[in-house]
């Protein structure tokens, strides 16, 4: 591995590593977005390795590509065989072929089977034991056309996997970098939460005081959202209950809900509709709501009171319905130390039966990083500052313990 690519190699997350990518590219002019998605890859461990076909070298120069994999980059087979190489059936093959970003043409080549540039001859290479992801770009009457969308329909029967695209300006734009390197996590992590079905709150509820003011809090849903992501990643089915203006998420089961009310009558909708195996209440609820609720739009400029009353506590709700559930809660306080904020959480324990609760200070609301406790029925665990999204493993990590244990 070249110099400048150590230095971003697994700076976002480890994610990739030791997982080898072929990063296939075909002639659309969205190729000159994968000096980036190389790069984004790498930054969560993934070694990189581009494939150009001609036209996509009339497009984007292999020097950029070289550039941004650190490997030598495959512009046409030679007596090296380089797509045996790549993507032969041996021990050093890549763990995933990525064609991106995919034409009609490339597609219709790999649905008939036909190699005739380095970037359908590594995919018939690998077709048979290495996992396909395509991520096509094109315009969108080409899209359309029946016998592409016939193409797109035979390679997913056969387990080619399709990213995107994004119906833009008349076009069917390639996937976004993060959305393609989310998936491509997402298809290459271990799967220990397979058979898993997991329920996830995220973000912070609003309660009306007229149609257009409410009461909120900070919370961003960033800590749910990355819970959910982490889960989907390692094979659970997840669905997500988020409030609006929560950050987004690429989980594909999301219901958006703004109040108490409405995240209680989602939360209730599914436990009675499925069986669930694990729930996190990450969401920030109102612990008050207005007792009156303006129909109309208060006027501005005079003093106002307000009635508040308690909203229903949700987590008491979840174990009445589903008694077996692996309930994780989250508690948040302010001016508690340790031995405190401790004893909050086994109160909460003692009263919803909650499984686990992640006690943390309310500092973490909307950053990056958090500090918790996690109280156990039998144990505490103090861990160090860390981003949310390793808190998130470190999370499901526990919780898949908990479960086998």
Same mark, same amino acid.
């Given at each position: 591995?070249?110099?400048?690519? $150590?230095?971003?190699?697994?700076?976002?997350?480890?994610?990739? %590593?030791?997982?080898?990518?072929?990063?296939?590219?075909?002639?659309?002019?969205?190729?000159?977005?994968?000096?980036?998605?190389?790069?984004?890859?790498? +930054?969560?461990?993934?070694?990189?390795?581009?494939? *150009?076909?001609?036209?996509?070298?009339?497009?984007?120069?292999?020097?950029? *590509?070289?550039?941004?994999?650190?490997?030598?980059?495959?512009?046409?087979?030679?007596?090296?065989?380089?797509?045996?190489?790549?993507?032969?059936?041996?021990?050093?093959?890549?763990?995933?072929?990525?064609?991106?970003?995919?034409?009609?043409?490339? @597609?219709? $080549? @790999?649905?008939?089977?036909?190699?005739?540039?380095? %970037?359908?001859?590594?995919?018939?290479?690998?077709?048979?034991?290495?996992?396909? *992801?395509?991520?096509?770009?094109?315009?969108?009457?080409?899209?359309?056309?029946?016998?592409?969308?016939?193409?797109?329909?035979?390679?997913?029967?056969?387990?080619?996997?399709?990213?995107?695209?994004?119906?833009?300006?008349?076009?069917?734009? %390639?996937?976004?970098?993060?959305?393609?390197?989310?998936?491509?996590?997402?298809?290459?992590?271990?799967?220990?939460?397979?058979?898993? +079905? =997991?329920?996830?709150?995220?973000?912070?509820?609003?309660?009306?005081?007229?149609?257009?003011?409410?009461?909120?809090?900070?919370?961003?849903?960033?800590?749910?959202?990355?819970?959910?992501?982490?889960?989907?990643?390692?094979?659970?089915? =997840?669905?997500?209950?988020?409030?609006?203006?929560?950050?987004?998420?690429?989980?594909?089961?999301?219901?958006?809900?703004?109040?108490?009310?409405?995240?209680?009558?989602? @939360?209730?909708?599914?436990?009675?509709?499925?069986?669930?195996?694990? =729930? =996190?209440?990450?969401?920030?609820?109102?612990?008050?709501? %207005?007792?009156?609720?303006?129909?109309?739009?208060?006027?501005?400029?005079?003093?106002?009171?307000?009635?508040?009353?308690?909203?229903?506590? @949700?987590?008491?709700?979840?174990?009445?319905?589903?008694?077996?559930?692996?309930?994780?809660?989250?508690?948040?306080?302010?001016?508690?130390?340790?031995?405190?904020?401790?004893?909050?959480?086994?109160?909460?324990?003692?009263?919803?039966?909650?499984?686990?609760?992640?006690?943390?200070?309310?500092?973490?609301?909307?950053?990056?990083?958090?500090?918790?406790?996690?109280?156990?029925?039998?144990?505490?665990?103090?861990?160090?500052?860390?981003?949310?999204?390793?808190?998130?493993?470190?999370?499901?990590?526990?919780?898949?313990?908990?479960?086998?244990?």
């Amino acid at each position: 591995m070249l110099h400048h690519v $150590k230095l971003i190699h697994a700076t976002k997350s480890r994610k990739l %590593v030791g997982k080898k990518i072929v990063l296939a590219i075909p002639g659309s002019i969205a190729a000159v977005e994968c000096v980036k998605l190389a790069r984004e890859l790498i +930054r969560h461990g993934a070694e990189v390795h581009a494939v *150009m076909s001609e036209n996509a070298t009339k497009i984007i120069h292999p020097y950029a *590509m070289e550039f941004a994999t650190g490997n030598p980059v495959v512009t046409e087979i030679t007596g090296f065989i380089e797509h045996v190489e790549l993507a032969g059936d041996h021990e050093n093959k890549a763990d995933l072929i990525l064609v991106c970003p995919a034409t009609a043409n490339t @597609i219709g $080549k @790999i649905a008939c089977g036909i190699d005739d540039t380095p %970037v359908t001859t590594v995919v018939t290479t690998a077709f048979a034991h290495t996992p396909v *992801m395509i991520a096509p770009a094109m315009h969108s009457s080409m899209y359309e056309h029946p016998i592409v969308v016939e193409n797109i329909e035979k390679l997913k029967e056969l387990g080619v996997e399709f990213i995107g695209p994004r119906f833009e300006e008349g076009k069917a734009k %390639v996937a976004s970098i993060d959305e393609i390197v989310y998936r491509v996590i997402k298809k290459l992590h271990r799967k220990d939460l397979a058979g898993k +079905r =997991v329920l996830i709150t995220a973000g912070a509820t609003r309660e009306y005081i007229d149609p257009i003011r409410y009461i909120t809090n900070a919370s961003s849903g960033k800590m749910g959202m990355a819970i959910a992501e982490e889960a989907d990643f390692r094979g659970a089915e =997840v669905t997500l209950i988020k409030t609006q203006g929560s950050v987004p998420s690429f989980v594909e089961n999301q219901i958006e809900v703004e109040t108490v009310e409405e995240m209680l009558e989602a @939360i209730e909708n599914e436990l009675e509709a499925k069986k669930y195996d694990i =729930v =996190v209440l990450t969401a920030a609820v109102s612990d008050f709501r %207005v007792k009156e609720k303006a129909g109309v739009k208060i006027k501005s400029g005079k003093p106002l009171t307000l009635e508040l009353e308690p909203t229903p506590k @949700i987590i008491d709700r979840v174990k009445e319905l589903q008694p077996d559930v692996f309930l994780v809660g989250f508690k948040a306080e302010t001016e508690m130390n340790e031995g405190e904020l401790i004893e909050a959480a086994r109160e909460q324990i003692e009263r919803a039966g909650s499984d686990l609760v992640v006690a943390n200070t309310l500092k973490a609301f909307g950053s990056e990083e958090n500090e918790v406790i996690l109280v156990g029925r039998e144990f505490v665990k103090k861990l160090p500052r860390m981003s949310k999204r390793e808190l998130a493993g470190r999370l499901l990590d526990e919780t898949a313990r908990l479960l086998t244990s």
